[in-house]
T-cell receptor, first 114, second 110 residues
Framework: DTAVSQTPKYLVTQMGNDKSIKCEQN?????MYWYKQDSKKFLKIMFS???????INETVPNRFSPKSPDKAHLNLHINSLELGDSAVYFC?????????????FGPGTRLTVL | EDQVTQSPEALRLQEGESSSLNCSYT??????LFWYRQDPGKGPEFLFT???AGEEKEKERLKATLTKKESFLHITAPKPEDSATYLC???????????FGKGTLLTVNP
């Protein structure tokens, strides 16, 4: 029974396209996150939502827009994709914002921009 | 800004050869230091949380320790299944975000 799931697992697309990645968690957590892991393996937070409210918004291009339709879902939409957007994107969830110890990660979506 | 530096970047051990991974950090008001394990093609998996200097946590062959400036992940008599990337992260007092290090890629040969 998957705790945090992401779709798709792989995404290959051309520069300039718009794409979305979906994330769902069935843990009943209130907080969800998007992370980016680049080719150098650095894992950096991009956004966090708590009860559908944006609480962390790191310095990312405004081409990236998160959307949380409900507590169990956090989607990431990317406009006008660029080569530098190629990375693995991880979704995660935790019981609340301060409880990073219970942060569960999804399997990742590998985005390749050609 | 919070910073985490992990060393070495890669470590190759023989099965049974104990060693330690290092995580040096600077943070404004430490809320917690976290160790994760990441297998290829998977998301990080939580291992330990340490909250204050002097604290230690153990799980099977792994033991994590914390000082005011660094944390160590000690691996005793490792097995090939311990091969993975080990990530260290800190959570500062000013916000809720985790700041990760680049990780140490551990390979244990049989």
């Amino acid at each position: 029974d998957t705790a945090v799931s992401q779709t798709p697992k792989y995404l290959v697309t051309q520069m300039g396209n718009d794409k979305s990645i979906k994330c769902e968690q069935n843990l009943g957590h209130d907080t969800m996150y998007w992370y980016k892991q680049d080719s150098k393996k650095f894992l950096k937070i991009m956004f966090s939502y708590n009860n559908k409210e944006l609480i962390i918004n790191e310095t990312v291009p405004n081409r990236f827009s998160p959307k949380s339709p409900d507590k169990a879902h956090l989607n990431l939409h990317i406009n006008s994709l660029e080569l530098g957007d190629s990375a693995v994107y991880f979704c995660a969830s935790s019981q609340d914002p301060g409880d990073a110890a219970t942060q569960y990660f999804g399997p990742g979506t590998r985005l390749t921009v050609l | 800004e919070d910073q985490v530096t992990q060393s070495p970047e890669a470590l190759r051990l023989q099965e049974g050869e104990s060693s330690s991974l290092n995580c040096s950090y600077t943070v404004s008001g430490l809320r917690g230091l976290f160790w994760y394990r990441q297998d290829p093609g998977k998301g990080p998996e939580f291992l330990f949380t340490l909250y204050s200097a002097g604290e230690e946590k153990e799980k099977e062959r792994l033991k994590a320790t914390l000082t005011k400036k660094e944390s160590f992940l000690h691996i005793t008599a490792p097995k090939p299944e311990d091969s993975a990337t080990y990530l260290c992260a800190v959570q500062g007092g000013s916000n809720y975000k985790l700041t990760f290090g680049k990780g140490t890629l551990l390979t244990v040969n049989p």
